[in-house]
């Protein structure tokens, strides 16, 4: 059974930092790419950023230059790095595991960020 387990998130002041993991089992994690989304209050779910299992690196420009993706396949874990972070970041921040050559995907359960004075 594959299981997505994010934690990191929390309430951080405008220009702080959170670095968010989310840790996967169940699946060899190095076949899988492995990205983070983000959902806030009436507005759709959307991409952050993603990795490859290659290392291959997607940005969305709302958080480019603010925000790195890493990945340890030794712990099978991701983490997203968000560093100048604005009130508009504020939302449910998930990860998304997928499963190379295959339609399978996986959703955590997600983190709640705050940004806010």
């Known amino acids: 059974q594959v299981q997505l387990v994010e934690s990191g998130g929390g309430l951080v002041q405008p220009g702080g930092s959170l670095r968010l993991s989310c840790a996967a089992s169940g699946i060899t994690f190095s076949r899988c790419s492995m990205g983070w989304y983000r959902q806030a209050p009436g507005k759709e779910r959307e991409l952050v950023t993603r990795?490859?299992?290659?290392?291959?690196?997607q940005y969305a420009d709302f958080v480019r230059d603010r925000t790195t993706i890493t990945r340890d396949n030794a712990k099978n874990t991701v983490y997203l790095q968000m560093d100048s972070l604005k009130p508009e970041d504020t939302a449910v921040y998930y990860c998304?595991?997928?499963?190379?050559?295959?339609?399978?995907?996986?959703w955590g359960q997600g983190t709640q960020v705050s940004v806010s004075s």
């Open positions: 990795v490859g299992s290659y290392g291959t690196l």
């Open positions: 998304k595991l997928r499963v190379n050559h295959s339609a399978l995907e996986y």
